[in-house]
């Protein structure tokens, strides 16, 4: 078995054919990564009547907006008293009505646009595992209903009914999430905003950025755009632009593994929601419109190296569902997200003129899908201080950056250490 098969590689309709970049050209906006959050702000922009290039390093799909777990949630991880406390009150509130509206906006982009993605929307069920999760959940419930969001807490036994599951002591639904097929998703964005005047070209790494008087000029092996205004939108694939944006945050691999199509019978998720644990390492899991069972979480520090190194993947899916016995599954495969070390998302002034965002942590389809026409505005002269999400400048690094790998390996350790303290003190089934 190769030590990857990309469920959504195999199932994707197919994209657009896209050149690579050959000579020099022009554009009033210049964007670097043909990713969620780069493909909404060039359809914004093509809208908008502003002449915007893309540039991608390999093809569409190929990071982590084409490798995910396809699972559409609204809002950020923080209460809004946090963010308040972090951006103060105005900020901090315009930032988590923001991201209480993220699926909304990505589920209205897809319908506007008709993107072919096998989007259901059936919600997002988060579980836990620990009485202090269940605490959270009610607390979350609360937030949310405090801001008419029809959410509602989950027992044990409706929740067994609606995953198939025993695992878990209750939870929540939040009936604004929903799934998709991320490959499709990200290939049909890329189909929309080149209908609509973006010029996108795959295959053309972006190598150097310089300023050429009030432009700035990005160069690829074979040529390069000139333009006014720039968006890094590389997520955790930062290249060599900007070394101190790629210090800012820690590329994380996230896995996935998923089982050919199981028949009603197998008792695996009635619903058709999405679904995600409180555990401070996440496991996540749903079903496809196919019947196939989906299971992710979080990967080794350096890539996946064959079968062994979705372990933990297989472990989560024997315990989830021990009814399914010994089956295999059929795909393996992963990708690189970025996060950030208080878990919210990043909207940096690089340079006059140059933007970057990364950190969805988690969440990644409906805030890249939402923030697009936010960045439009903010390459088209808005006030960046009047945008939800607060500008920074200049990237923050974080301390000793080359030690990454340790990072990501001994912080997992300490958080598998304390959801397993957590669990072990959680009451009996």
Request: with cysteine; glycine share 12%; proline share 7%.
């Amino acid at each position: 078995m190769p030590a990857q098969r990309c469920l959504w590689t195999e199932t994707a309709i197919a994209g657009p054919a896209l050149p690579s970049l050959a000579g020099p050209c022009e554009a009033e906006v210049a964007i670097v990564g043909a990713g969620f959050a780069g493909l909404s702000t060039a359809l914004a922009l093509a809208e908008r009547g502003v002449a915007v290039v893309v540039l991608e390093a390999g093809a569409i799909g190929e990071g982590a907006s084409g490798r995910n777990g396809g699972q559409v949630i609204a809002g950020l991880r923080h209460f809004p008293d946090e963010l308040v406390e972090a951006y103060g009150r105005e900020r901090g509130r315009r930032l988590y009505d923001f991201g209480a509206g993220t699926a909304d906006a990505a589920f209205a982009l897809i319908a506007r646009h008709d993107l072919r993605c096998d989007a259901t929307r059936e919600g997002w069920i988060n579980v836990t595992d620990t009485q202090a999760g269940l605490e959270l959940v009610a607390r979350r419930v609360d937030a949310w209903q405090a801001n008419g969001v029809a959410a509602r807490q989950l027992r044990r036994a409706e929740l067994r009914d609606l995953t198939g599951t025993d695992a878990y002591l209750g939870g929540w639904i939040d009936p604004r999430g929903g799934g998709v097929q991320p490959l499709s998703l990200v290939r049909e964005l890329a189909r929309a905003a080149q209908a609509a005047g973006s010029v996108i070209h795959v295959g053309s790494r972006a190598e150097a950025l310089t300023r050429r008087g009030r432009d700035w000029r990005i160069a690829t092996a074979r040529g390069h755009v000139t333009a006014r205004r720039v968006l890094i939108a590389t997520n955790a694939l930062a290249g060599p632009l900007s070394p101190p944006l790629a210090r800012s945050f820690l590329p994380v691999w996230s896995y996935q593994i998923a089982t050919d199509p199981l028949p009603a019978s197998a008792g695996v998720m009635s619903t058709g929601a999405v679904v995600s644990d409180s555990r401070r390492v996440l496991r996540y899991f749903r079903r496809d419109s196919a019947g196939r069972l989906i299971v992710g979480g979080k990967g080794t520090p350096t890539g996946p190296k064959g079968p062994g190194s979705f372990n933990l993947q297989k472990l989560t899916l024997a315990r989830l569902y021990p009814q399914l016995g010994e089956i295999k599954p059929t795909y393996y495969w992963g990708g690189q997200v970025s996060l950030t070390l208080d878990r919210l998302p990043r909207l940096f002034v690089l340079e006059d003129g140059v933007l970057a965002t990364l950190g969805c942590n988690g969440k990644g389809v409906a805030w890249n899908l939402a923030l697009g026409s936010v960045l439009a505005e903010a390459l088209t002269g808005a006030e960046l201080d009047t945008l939800p999400l607060p500008p920074a400048r200049p990237p923050s690094p974080i301390p000793f950056h080359g030690l990454k790998r340790v990072y990501a390996a001994a912080g997992s350790a300490w958080l598998r250490f304390r959801d397993t303290i957590e669990r072990q003190s959680a009451p009996s089934p």
